[in-house]
Each structure stands twice: as structure tokens, then as C-alpha cells.
Nanobody, 124 residues
Framework: QVQLVESGGGLVQAGGSLRLSCAAS????????MAWFRQAPGKEREFVTA???????YYADSVKGRFTISRDNAKNTVNLQMNSLKPEDTAVYYC??????????????????WGQGTQVTVSS
């Protein structure tokens, strides 16, 4: 079992920044892929960014150049630095862990454990 707890969400004006963190416990995950997804009201959960244990990173086109994912294997945490935020970034952000390799780093169905989510609201 893996437990994930997100923190760092909140309300920010457009153009501002937020940093989300996800703390994992229950299992060593240095060999796992970790990701952030988000879900806006009335929409499906969508891929934001992912990082594999080897350091490869992937970003949705909508956040490239603005968001940065990082991880600290020693502390079992993954972070999401969000800059130049836009109102369309408003959503609940979820941390997720992939415990078995899958090339589909962008697929909700290929992640095994999820956090409870943290709300990010960007005002215009």
C-alpha cells in the first residue's frame, strides 16, 4: 500500500505561482513513476506532468514552460512548481503513483495509487 498526501493548494491571482507537494508513505517508491493530474468541474481528470525514476519528465502541452515537476526520493516527495498561472488551471490537483511500468505515463488508468487532491483556484 502507498499513501499519498497533497498539500500547497490555494487561491492565487492570474500570473501568480503555487507549489504543490505530495508526500508518500508505506512503500519505497524510488523506482516508481509519479505524476500530477487535475480535474476541473464537469471535466474528466487530465494528465499534467509525470516523472520516472530515471528522471525523464513529461508535460501536457497546456503547462509546458510554466510547470515543473521534481522529486526527492530520499524524502519520498514529489513537487509541482506552477508559475504564470491562468484561470484555466483552476482544478483539483491529484498526485498519483505508478507501481508497475507502463509507457502510458499520461493515462489515469495506469496509476495505482492516488492522493485525496488539493484545490487550486486561479482568479482573473
Amino acid at each position: 500500500q502507498v499513501q499519498l498526501v497533497e498539500s500547497g493548494g490555494g487561491l492565487v491571482q492570474a500570473g501568480g505561482s503555487l507549489r504543490l507537494s505530495c508526500a508518500a508513505s508505506g512503500r519505497t517508491f524510488s523506482s516508481l513513476a509519479m505524476a500530477w493530474f487535475r480535474q476541473a468541474p464537469g471535466k474528466e481528470r487530465e494528465f499534467v506532468t509525470a516523472m520516472r525514476s530515471g528522471g525523464s519528465t513529461y508535460y501536457a502541452d497546456s503547462v509546458k514552460g510554466r510547470f515543473t515537476i521534481s522529486r526527492d526520493n530520499a524524502k519520498n516527495t514529489v513537487n509541482l512548481q506552477m508559475n504564470s498561472l491562468k484561470p484555466e488551471d483552476t482544478a483539483v490537483y491529484y498526485c498519483a503513483v505508478q507501481i508497475k511500468y507502463s509507457p502510458r505515463y499520461y493515462s489515469v488508468n495506469d496509476y495505482n495509487y492516488w492522493g485525496q487532491g488539493t484545490q487550486v483556484t486561479v482568479s482573473s
